[in-house]
């Protein structure tokens, strides 16, 4: 069982920064890769970033790439995204994911959200123009 608990979003103007926060307990948290994905009202929930579990891999969406940046503190069992240069399209409530069991390592499919066994409440980010 792995709980995932996520901060840090909010309101931001257009060209702001913002950096969430996911704090995990549960399994070891060294041992598993951890995604963000975001859902828009009316969309579907799409890939963001993920990180491998030695944090030596990053794999991140086209949409925000050089702007957003995942990382993690194995010893505070947290992982990070930076978001930089916000933009309206942004905006959404943005969740945490465990993949314990370790398929994205395996598939290679680190963006799809099927893969992650388990999930956060998600932090809401909105971004004005």
């Known amino acids: 069982q792995v709980l995932l608990v996520e901060s840090g979003g909010g309101l931001v103007q257009a060209g702001g920064s913002l950096r969430l926060s996911c704090a995990a307990s549960?399994?070891?948290?060294?041992?598993?890769?951890l995604g963000w994905f975001r859902q828009a009202p009316g969309k579907e929930r799409e890939f963001v970033a993920a990180?491998?579990?030695?944090?030596?891999?990053?794999y991140y969406a086209d949409s925000v790439k050089g702007r957003f940046t995942i990382s993690r503190d194995n010893a505070e069992n947290t992982v990070y995204l930076q978001m930089n240069s916000l933009q309206p399209e942004d905006t959404a409530v943005y969740y945490c994911?465990?993949?314990?069991?370790?398929?994205?390592?395996?598939?290679?499919?680190?963006?799809?959200?099927?893969?992650?066994?388990?999930w956060g409440q998600g932090t809401q980010v909105t971004v004005s123009s």
């Open positions: 994911a465990a993949d314990p069991r370790l398929r994205t390592y395996y598939s290679g499919n680190y963006f799809s959200y099927s893969e992650y066994d388990y």
């Open positions: 549960g399994r070891t948290f060294s041992r598993y890769p």
């Open positions: 990180i491998s579990w030695s944090g030596g891999s990053t």
